[in-house]
């Protein structure tokens, strides 16, 4: 979304393009979505990540963590667009046609991909693609919950985006941003740049947390024991 993890823009946006379609998520759509997000973080009026509840209960941390809402928000979302009816502010009117395209089309191969399972009676999707993007969410859910929730609700992005401190697989996989409030603050440094700038602003970092397990368990203990 940022155009940093490559040097060529057109290669940035294949790569978005290609995990968009995997993960049901609108690359053109997204970029609005999250630039709106770095924009007004944790502003209730204007930073689109709050219009989803974070957990406050055992139960609501269990359906997230699921991945159930993240399907059914993001399915709503392509139909929405697809049918042309996207009122998001943060979408700019000269870039809904790009919106409402680029849903189509994610219809158009999610049709054409299956009507040819279908045919030729493969299950090789299934096993490659729909099984693992199901059994990945959790992980996901868990990873993404670490980085604002339990943060204070204030302008300052080196107190209301959390860095979570954990060890060099996850940083691998998740293309350093555990390092999340340096990356909040200052969202053009490359990801591969990140442990670099984390020891230039350590020390004014505002929030952070020793490991996700610690996390989890700090969110978890933060609920009010409503089964709800």
């Not at 055992?58 to 399915?75: D, E, K, N, T």
């Not at 392509?78 to 049918?83: L, R, S």
């Not at 040819?116 to 868990?142: E, K, N």
Request: proline letters at 6%.
């Amino acid at each position: 979304m940022h155009e940093t993890a490559f040097r060529t823009a057109w290669l940035n946006r294949a790569v978005a393009a290609v995990a968009g379609f995997l993960i049901l998520l609108p690359p053109a759509w997204f970029r609005y979505f999250h630039f709106a997000h770095h924009r007004h973080t944790h502003d209730p009026e204007n930073d689109p990540e709050l219009r989803a509840q974070k957990p406050e209960t055992v139960s609501q941390y269990l359906r997230y963590l699921s991945g159930g809402p993240y399907w059914i928000a993001m399915g709503r979302v392509v139909a929405t667009n697809a049918a042309g009816r996207n009122r998001d502010g943060f979408v700019p009117e000269k870039s809904r046609g790009k919106v409402v395209a680029e849903a189509r089309l994610f219809l158009i191969g999610y049709a054409v991909l299956l009507a040819a399972s279908l045919t030729i009676q493969s299950a090789l999707l299934l096993w490659v693609w729909i099984v693992p993007v199901l059994v990945g969410q959790p992980f996901l859910r868990a990873y993404l919950l670490a980085e604002h929730a339990l943060c204070p609700h204030v302008a300052n992005m080196l107190e209301n985006t959390r860095t979570t401190f954990t060890n060099r697989l996850v940083r691998f996989v998740a293309w350093n941003m555990p390092y999340h409030s340096e990356h909040h603050s200052y969202p053009a440094v490359p990801f591969h740049r990140l442990p670099r700038f984390h020891e230039i602003v350590a020390e004014h970092l505002g929030t952070t947390e020793r490991g996700y397990v610690r996390f989890h368990r700090k969110l978890v203990g933060s609920f009010d024991g409503r089964a709800g």
